[in-house]
Nanobody, 129 residues
């Protein structure tokens, strides 16, 4: 049972990347899944999630309008499309999954301190010219 994050890399400011988080050993259908990130010298913070119940999506204010989360249940995978990347988006991105619905952004960010059922290993995103 694991989550596998991929898609990180080096990109110039203004560029795009798509991260993937693939689940194996369990079905994502019943899980809220999303992303956190840890920038150098900073605490891990929530980025985005997509709820299990109705597919509602939530985003950190810093990425609204630039990042889009989506899920493809047939592939048991969630994606994070990141556009208009900025140097401050540089971080290790982690995906996580919890087996319940999320009703608001705080419900997701609170999982940073416990309660997440599965965490994937991170994928590094570097935004630099």
């Amino acid at each position: 049972v694991q989550l596998q994050a991929s898609g990180g890399g080096l990109v110039q400011p203004g560029g795009s990347l798509r991260l993937s988080c693939a689940a194996s050993g369990f079905t994502l259908d019943y899980y809220t899944i999303g992303w956190f990130r840890r920038a150098p010298g900073r605490e891990r913070e929530g980025v985005s999630c997509i709820s299990s119940s109705d597919g509602s999506t939530y985003y950190a204010d810093s990425v609204k309008g630039r990042f889009t989360i989506s899920r493809e249940n047939a592939k048991n995978t969630v994606y994070l499309q990141m556009n208009s990347l900025k140097p401050e988006d540089t971080a290790i991105y982690y995906c996580g999954a919890v087996r319940r619905s999320i009703k608001n952004w705080t419900g997701w960010t609170s999982l940073n301190y416990g309660g997440m059922h599965y965490w994937g290993k991170g994928t590094l995103v570097t935004v630099s010219s």
